[in-house]
């Protein structure tokens, strides 16, 4: 499975950006994706969450209220909408592919850069 991520960039506080995730290869065996966070210096941690069957969703109490994550299983792609951003949230977000295909695996993009100034 590879990942791309694309969207981010330079927003002023409040406003919102859109970032995608496109999956190819072995596309059918994922079973989760989810959005990371990456500040230099701190550890990564989880935004979002999302299954590929159900759609069911989980997200950081930190964005919750103002991300949204989704999915289009037509497109292998996965989404996480940020709204209110807040310079606090600036990072390099990560997608991550989880699934099982003859073993256990867990497949990370590149990273899309996200600044917010205040």
């Known amino acids: 499975v590879q990942l791309v991520e694309s969207g981010g960039g330079l927003v002023q506080a409040g406003g919102s950006l859109r970032l995608s995730c496109a999956a190819s290869g072995s596309t059918f065996s994922i079973n989760s994706m989810g959005w990371y966070r990456q500040v230099p210096g701190k550890q990564r941690e989880l935004v979002a969450g999302?299954?590929?069957?159900?759609?069911?969703?989980n997200y950081a109490d930190s964005v919750k209220g103002r991300f949204t994550v989704s999915r289009d299983n037509a497109k292998n792609t996965m989404y996480l909408q940020m709204n209110s951003l807040k310079p606090e949230d600036t990072a390099l977000y990560l997608c991550?592919?989880?699934?099982?295909?003859?073993?256990?695996?867990?497949?990370w993009g590149q990273g899309t850069q996200v600044t917010v100034s205040s």
């Open positions: 991550n592919a989880r699934g099982v295909d003859l073993a256990p695996y867990s497949y």
């Open positions: 999302i299954t590929t069957s159900g759609g069911s969703t």
